[in-house]
C-alpha cells in the first residue's frame, strides 16, 4: 500500500524551528519529485514547497517561507523533510506530505498524508 | 503568480442532480508545445487529506467514479459531477501546476439540497 506518514508537528513559540519528517511506503521513493502542502485551521490549501526526484537537486518554495524553511529528502531512509525556521503565527496549519504523480512538467499530487499540525504561539 | 479563482464559493444541489464548480486562471494554464492544461482537482472531505480527481484537465485519476468529469482550456474550467451522490459532499479544489507556485483556487463547498 502506498503511504505517506508524517511526523515532528507540535506548539512551537514565534522565532522557533521545527523538523517535519514525513517517512514513505509502497513506492520508490527516490522516482519522484515530494512536496510540502499546508492548510490553515478552517482555511484553504498552500502549497510550500518541493523537492525533485532522484537527488533531489532541484528545489522550490513558495515567497511566504523562501529563506525560512528548507526541504530535504534522505532516499535510503524514503523519508521526505521540512526544516522549518524562524517560525510565525501565520505559519500555523496541518502540514502535509505529498508525492508528485510523475506526469512530467509541475507537480499533481496522487498520495498525501494525514497531516502534522504545526501551531506557533507564545 | 498565477490566481486560481473558484465560483461559486459554495453550492447546493439535490441528490441525483448535476453539480458544476468553475475555476478560472489569472493567465493560460495551456502549454501549448504539447497542447495539455495544467490543471487539476481535488476533492477533500472532513478531517481527510485532498484526493486526486482529475489531472491534465479533463483525465480521470484511476478510481475516480465516471460520475465526476473535468472541461476547460486555457484559463477556464469546470468540474462536473452527473449525478450528485451523498459521499460526494466535500471541499473541491482546483490547482495549476504550470510553473511555481502552484497554486490552489480558495475551494467549493458542495452540499447536498
Known amino acids: 500500500e502506498v503511504q505517506l506518514v508524517e511526523s515532528g508537528g507540535g506548539l512551537v513559540q514565534p522565532g522557533g524551528s521545527l523538523r517535519l519528517s514525513c517517512a514513505a511506503s509502497g513506492f520508490t521513493f527516490s522516482s519522484y519529485a515530494m512536496s510540502w502542502v499546508r492548510q490553515a485551521p478552517g482555511k484553504g490549501l498552500e502549497w510550500v514547497s518541493a523537492i525533485s526526484g532522484r537527488s533531489g537537486d532541484n528545489t522550490y518554495y513558495a515567497d511566504s517561507v523562501k529563506g525560512r524553511f528548507t526541504i530535504s529528502r534522505d532516499n535510503s531512509k524514503n523519508t521526505l523533510y521540512l526544516q522549518m525556521d524562524s517560525l510565525r503565527a501565520e505559519d500555523t496549519a496541518v502540514y502535509f506530505c505529498a508525492k508528485d504523480r510523475g506526469n512530467g512538467g509541475g507537480s499533481v499530487f496522487d498520495v498525501w498524508g494525514r497531516g502534522s499540525l504545526v501551531t506557533v504561539s507564545s | 503568480d498565477i490566481v486560481m479563482t473558484q465560483s461559486p464559493d459554495s453550492l447546493a444541489v439535490s441528490l441525483g442532480e448535476r453539480a458544476t464548480i468553475n475555476c478560472k486562471s489569472s493567465?493560460?494554464?495551456?502549454?501549448?508545445?504539447?497542447?495539455?492544461?495544467?490543471l487539476a482537482w481535488y476533492q477533500q472531505k472532513p478531517g481527510q487529506p485532498p484526493k486526486l480527481l482529475i489531472y491534465?484537465?479533463?483525465t480521470r485519476e484511476s478510481g475516480v467514479p465516471d460520475r465526476f468529469s473535468g472541461s476547460g482550456s486555457g484559463t477556464d474550467f469546470t468540474l462536473t459531477i452527473s449525478s450528485l451522490q451523498a459521499e460526494d459532499v466535500a471541499i473541491y479544489y482546483c490547482q495549476h501546476y504550470y510553473t511555481t507556485p502552484w497554486t490552489f483556487g480558495q475551494g467549493t463547498r458542495l452540499e447536498i439540497k
Open positions: 493567465q493560460s494554464v495551456l502549454y501549448n508545445s504539447y497542447n495539455k492544461n495544467y
Open positions: 491534465w484537465a479533463s
